[in-house]
T-cell receptor, first 111, second 117 residues
Framework: KQEVTQIPAALSVPEGENLVLNCSFTDSAIYNLQWFRQDPGKGLTSLLLIQSSQREQTSGRLNASLDKSSGRSTLYIAASQPGDSATYLCAALTQIDKYIFGTGTRLKVLA | EAGVAQSPRYKIIEKRQSVAFWCNPISGHATLYWYQQILGQGPKLLIQFQNNGVVDDSQLPKDRFSAERLKGVDSTLKIQPAKLEDSAVYLC???????????????FGNGTRLTVT
């Protein structure tokens, strides 16, 4: 049974810092791994999707990497801004066509 | 493109009452999901539709929850009767994902926040 874990559960950093969010999954047989952002009271917004054959994806200040063999993905945020404050969730798409979500990392970037 | 639309945004009901949520996915998206998100947790899949057929409803409490997707487009999720532990945000998501397009991203609506008192 696939389990997805995110560490840390919460993170508070000063503006301008580079930071790394971690996502671990127990079953390496995944189609893809997707990172989402969730603002309070809102749904989830897709940030990056890494296919199982890829190692990383980049969008602006965001870079996501995937290491299937070790069951890990990281989301790197460069030069963090207060507007980056949100909850970040990762989700693994399993071979049986189901997304399994982590519990998220609550990020607060201080001005 | 228009996003996933959900209504209502908020709902407060007493336990044992019934409630229904509506979702209009992005046009052309074959796959539709309903998730339950309890405060501080990640979304948990309740039911997955491919067009108008159910792909996975293994985690749907079928004694009280029901869902349908008419004509493979809009979907409704119903709870009857509601319990206190049903208080959560109910999220609808859609994806163009099919066997031919296995790596398609999920698109979420803003959700319905349900409070059961």
């Amino acid at each position: 049974k696939q389990e997805v874990t995110q560490i840390p559960a919460a993170l508070s950093v000063p503006e301008g810092e580079n930071l790394v969010l971690n996502c671990s999954f127990t079953d390496s047989a995944i189609y893809n791994l997707q990172w989402f952002r969730q603002d309070p009271g809102k749904g989830l917004t897709s940030l990056l999707l890494i296919q199982s054959s890829q190692r990383e994806q980049t969008s602006g200040r965001l870079n996501a990497s995937l290491d299937k063999s070790s069951g890990r993905s990281t989301l790197y945020i460069a030069a963090s801004q207060p507007g980056d404050s949100a909850t970040y969730l990762c989700a693994a798409l399993t071979q049986i066509d189901k997304y399994i979500f982590g519990t998220g990392t609550r990020l607060k970037v201080l001005a | 493109e228009a996003g996933v639309a959900q209504s209502p945004r908020y709902k407060i009901i007493e336990k044992r009452q019934s409630v229904a949520f509506w979702c209009n996915p992005i046009s052309g998206h074959a796959t539709l999901y309903w998730y339950q998100q309890i405060l501080g947790q990640g979304p948990k899949l309740l039911i997955q539709f491919q067009n108008n057929g159910v792909v996975d409803d293994s985690q749907l409490p079928k004694d009280r929850f029901s869902a349908e997707r008419l004509k493979g487009v809009d979907s409704t999720l119903k709870i009857q009767p509601a319990k206190l532990e049903d208080s959560a945000v109910y999220l609808c998501a859609s994806s163009p994902q099919t066997v031919e397009l296995p790596n398609s991203p999920l698109h979420f609506g803003n959700g319905t926040r349900l409070t059961v008192t």
